[in-house]
């Protein structure tokens, strides 16, 4: 194998294609972070030689196992749990679990690579990781969440620690599920501590930690507006999901006057033409959070709301300034990329993880429009989940307005970084910003702790 320093990208990806097979969503995330920062440490040696990079797309550890569950009938089931504890240069593993039936290796190594660099920009000491089941909580009883939840536990609470790794929610896992994986943790561990972070607020969780990845999306968005001195006022917003990302940063959105068109699940999406209004919204969270419904029943309770079944909103036509896909990888292609721009859009953030295709990146970046990538704009619930790490070491409890002021501190901050270094004339190129900030602190700290 050639050394990093004479590799070309082409030779430098096709090494990475070779050592991890079948694994397409992790060498997407890996091509994403390569384009940007293979040119970028060319001409510096000492990332080259020591093989920076390379080291940068090999996990630390991954560990698999068996999770045994007793359905409510008596059947016994199993399914595959996972921790990939990718990068500790930076500080402890953290990154959410995923319960989803579509999880698998790949899925989580692309996830844990993004969360590196995520927790990079966020400025606080956390290395990163991801981990999840192929397990899907949708439709099963409040005691065979449980059930599994504890088996889950009863094999990554060997491997986690406040010091060592922890693991928050992502799709399938809120604050239910978090509740139950605690729980058993504490069992198991006769100890107390920040081992997991969106926990409760009556038991060591954070003000704001609900609500951080949706209204951090939207002060990420505001920052790119105020660079081009525009607002949110009246713009129109196409977001995607309905689940705890898409339901806060609707919420944001509208307190920000922003005129928000649509939702969306995995069964079909809603649209409504004159904006959602927060009387819309408690519906929605009470319908998601509370019934476990399906958005379909929104417009069965509203007049002014429309609803497209087994379809995305990304195929939808109409005209909105802005999009917010907030539900999950690869969620929008080419095509509706191009949709998009001929609608008029002129900001894409990603509220989920590697949300578009790479050729819809293409279609965006070749048209100019404003890209706020996921590992800087969704990165606000890591970061509130850093705050509550903190509260649980000095045994604190922050109010409301002093995490919310925090976390618009570290957005802001996270968009300085990117502004700076991707701005380019008058456009500013928000994926190349993100990847050289992050992996210019990712890559200090390898160097400086040697080759470990
Ligand atoms: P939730 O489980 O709360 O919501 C997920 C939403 O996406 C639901 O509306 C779900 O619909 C929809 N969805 C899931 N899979 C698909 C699919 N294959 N096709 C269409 N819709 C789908 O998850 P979150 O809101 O927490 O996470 C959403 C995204 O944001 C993920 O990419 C996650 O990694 C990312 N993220 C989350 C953070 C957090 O703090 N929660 C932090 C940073 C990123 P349905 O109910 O029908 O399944």
């Known amino acids: 194998m050639p050394k990093t320093t004479s590799e070309t990208?082409?030779?430098?990806?096709?090494?990475?294609?070779?050592?991890?097979?079948?694994?397409?969503?992790?060498?997407?995330?890996?091509?994403?972070?390569?384009?940007?920062?293979?040119?970028?440490?060319?001409?510096?040696?000492?990332?080259?030689?020591?093989?920076?990079?390379?080291?940068?797309?090999?996990?630390?550890?991954?560990?698999?196992?068996?999770?045994?569950?007793?359905?409510?009938?008596?059947t016994v089931h199993v399914n595959k749990g996972y921790r990939v504890q990718f990068n500790s240069a930076l500080?402890?593993?953290?990154?959410?679990?995923?319960?989803?039936?579509?999880?698998?290796?790949?899925?989580?190594?692309?996830?844990?690579?993004?969360?590196?660099?995520?927790?990079?920009?966020?400025?606080?000491?956390?290395?990163?990781?991801?981990?999840?089941?192929?397990?899907?909580?949708?439709?099963?009883?409040d005691a065979e969440v449980m059930r599994f939840c504890q088996s889950f536990m009863s094999e990554l609470y060997r491997h986690i620690g406040h010091e060592k790794d922890i693991p928050a929610g992502d799709i399938g896992v809120g604050s239910r599920e978090i509740g139950y994986l605690f729980g058993q943790y504490k069992r198991l561990q006769n100890e107390f501590n920040g081992v997991i972070t969106g926990k409760g607020l009556d038991w060591g969780g954070s003000e704001l930690r609900p609500e951080a990845t949706g209204y951090g999306l939207i002060y990420f968005v505001a920052e790119m507006l105020q660079k081009k001195e525009e607002s949110l006022d009246d713009k129109r917003v196409l977001i995607s999901g309905s689940g705890n990302v898409a339901q806060y940063a609707i919420e944001k959105a509208l307190e920000l006057g922003a005129r928000v068109l649509s939702a969306s699940d995995?069964?079909?999406?809603?649209?409504?033409?004159?904006?959602?209004?927060?009387?819309?919204?408690?519906?929605?969270?009470?319908?998601?959070?509370?019934?476990?419904?399906?958005?379909?029943?929104?417009?069965?309770?509203f007049d002014d709301i429309t609803y497209t079944d087994n379809a995305s909103v990304w195929s939808a036509t109409i005209e909105a300034d802005i999009a917010l896909p907030c539900a999950t990888q690869n969620e929008l292609d080419e095509d509706q990329a191009k949709s998009l721009v001929k609608n008029g859009l002129k900001l894409l953030a990603e509220g989920a993880n590697m949300p578009c295709t790479q050729e819809a990146i293409h279609i965006f970046r070749k048209d100019k429009i404003l890209f706020g990538p996921g590992k800087a704009a969704n990165a606000g619930g890591v970061a509130?989940?850093?705050?509550?790490?903190?509260?649980?070491?000095?045994?604190?409890?922050?109010?409301?307005?002093?995490?919310?002021?925090?976390?618009?501190?570290?957005?802001?901050?996270?968009?300085?970084?990117?502004?700076?270094?991707?701005?380019?004339?008058?456009?500013?190129?928000?994926?190349?910003?993100?990847?050289?900030?992050?992996?210019?602190?990712?890559?200090?700290?390898?160097?400086?702790?040697?080759?470990?």
């Open 9 to 74: 990208i082409h030779e430098f990806t096709a090494h990475v294609k070779q050592t991890n097979p079948n694994e397409p969503e992790f060498l997407q995330a890996v091509k994403e972070v390569t384009e940007v920062v293979f040119p970028f440490i060319q001409d510096k040696p000492e990332y080259e030689k020591s093989s920076v990079l390379k080291r940068l797309t090999v996990p630390d550890r991954v560990i698999i196992f068996a999770v045994p569950w007793v359905d409510d009938d008596g």
């Open 91 to 141: 500080g402890p593993y953290k990154g959410g679990l995923r319960f989803h039936s579509s999880v698998n290796l790949s899925i989580l190594k692309f996830l844990s690579f993004e969360q590196i660099f995520k927790n990079a920009l966020t400025g606080l000491p956390l290395g990163g990781a991801k981990g999840g089941s192929d397990f899907n909580p949708s439709g099963k009883s």
């Open 266 to 301: 995995s069964s079909g999406y809603i649209i409504c033409e004159d904006g959602l209004s927060s009387k819309h919204l408690a519906a929605l969270m009470k319908l998601k959070n509370e019934k476990r419904g399906r958005i379909s029943e929104l417009a069965d309770e």
């Open 384 to 452: 509130v989940s850093g705050l509550e790490m903190s509260q649980n070491a000095y045994n604190q409890s922050w109010g409301k307005e002093k995490v919310d002021e925090q976390l618009k501190k570290i957005m802001k901050n996270i968009h300085e970084q990117c502004y700076r270094q991707g701005k380019d004339g008058n456009h500013t190129d928000y994926i190349k910003g993100a990847n050289i900030a992050a992996f210019k602190k990712v890559a200090g700290a390898m160097l400086a702790q040697g080759i470990v």
